[in-house]
T-cell receptor, first 113, second 113 residues
Framework: NAGVTQTPKFQVLKTGQSMTLQCAQDMNHNSMYWYRQDPGMGLRLIYYSASEGTTDKGEVPNGYNVSRLNKREFSLRLESAAPSQTSVYFC????????????FGNGTRLTVT | KQEVTQIPAALSVPEGENLVLNCSFTDSAIYNLQWFRQDPGKGLTSLLLIQSSQREQTSGRLNASLDKSSGRSTLYIAASQPGDSATYLCAVRVETSGSRLTFGEGTQLTVNP
């Protein structure tokens, strides 16, 4: 039981390049989330998917897009990376949106130069 | 807007000490509160989830309490061990925020042997 798996673990991009962060969970969870963690700003929600087939914006969605590919997978895409997107990105999931503990992946450390 | 504060930002204690970590929030209309642990370079691990109707939750040496009216939660760690060294974060779900959690910035705990 791997839990929440994120790939890649590390990535360096040049300004303007694009990339997709992948996330998969094997816990049969309905809800999935993308967060970014920055020093002094804490964890902030980028996008979430309360159930398969739905996605919604979080606190800081600008510059990102998401796809809930199926119940297991939720990807985050940066279309044109900017230095302000340098951060650690975490994918998380839980059984339902409101009432169950959140399970996190180990993160993707992204640097945009 | 919900704000979550954790004081102190860092704490260093000798092994065996009982300790209390604090979390305060500005909007008392919360749905639930979670405590997490984050080890360096890793994702967050959920420790305890307290529903708004509950006063406390216990897991092993950990006990979390919730006082909605005063906007406070505490995480009590009994008989601390070096393996407890990590950053501890609290997060609240406000009734009107849907799936959004608001995180504190955490308390970095070091337990010295």
């Amino acid at each position: 039981n791997a839990g929440v798996t994120q790939t890649p673990k590390f990535q360096v991009l040049k300004t303007g390049q694009s990339m997709t962060l992948q996330c998969a969970q094997d816990m049969n969870h309905n809800s999935m989330y993308w967060y970014r963690q920055d020093p002094g700003m804490g964890l902030r929600l980028i996008y979430y998917s309360a159930s398969e087939g739905t996605t919604d914006k979080g606190e800081v969605p600008n510059g990102y897009n998401v796809s809930r590919l199926n119940k297991r997978e939720f990807s985050l895409r940066l279309e044109s990376a900017a230095p302000s997107q340098t951060s650690v990105y975490f994918c998380a999931s839980n059984r339902d949106s409101y009432n169950s503990p959140l399970h996190f992946g180990n993160g993707t450390r992204l640097t945009v130069t | 807007k919900q704000e979550v504060t954790q004081i102190p930002a860092a704490l260093s204690v000798p092994e065996g000490e009982n300790l209390v970590l604090n979390c305060s929030f500005t909007d008392s209309a919360i749905y639930n509160l979670q405590w997490f642990r984050q080890d360096p370079g890793k994702g967050l691990t959920s420790l305890l989830l307290i529903q708004s109707s509950q006063r406390e939750q216990t897991s092993g040496r950990l006990n979390a309490s919730l006082d909605k009216s005063s906007g406070r939660s505490t995480l009590y760690i009994a008989a601390s061990q070096p393996g407890d060294s990590a950053t501890y974060l609290c997060a609240v779900r406000v009734e009107t925020s849907g799936s959004r959690l608001t995180f504190g910035e955490g308390t970095q705990l070091t337990v010295n042997p």
